[in-house]
């Protein structure tokens, strides 16, 4: 029903800076809010940003503040993920989601998500 490709992914430097996006198409596309997640080997999946379609509502994982930006444009379908001042803890594969169910104010949790992009591995030299 919804199909999501992501893309961007590639090595950079530490304190590089890069940019992820995710395209979304569907016979209908209506999502409550879309979201990134990473996972690093040996690592469990972890949170890192979401917004709200409809209001814009944003929220960031603690590790990102400040240096990671997610935005959206709804003509297009698309979430973007702006990365800046890049660690290399920062290297993993990162997943878009989108989560058709409201989950106020934004959902946050693996399981709040509906349908998933393959990744993109980001890959943060140091």
């Known amino acids: 029903q919804v199909q999501l490709v992501e893309s961007g992914g590639r090595l950079v430097q530490a304190g590089g800076s890069l940019k992820l996006s995710c395209a979304a198409s569907g016979r209908t596309f209506s999502p409550y809010g879309m979201g990134w997640f990473r996972q690093a080997p040996g690592k469990e999946r972890e949170f890192v940003s979401a917004i709200s379609w409809s209001a814009a509502r944003i929220r960031y994982a603690d590790s990102v503040k400040g240096r990671f930006t997610i935005s959206r444009d709804s003509g297009k379908n698309t979430v973007y993920l702006q990365m800046n001042s890049l660690k290399s803890e920062d290297t993993a594969v990162y997943y878009c989601?989108?989560?058709?169910?409201?989950?106020?104010?934004?959902?946050?949790?693996?399981?709040?998500?509906?349908?998933w992009g393959q990744g993109t591995q980001v890959t943060v030299s140091s």
């Open positions: 989601a989108v989560g058709m169910r409201p989950v106020w104010p934004l959902p946050l949790g693996p399981n709040d998500y509906d349908y």
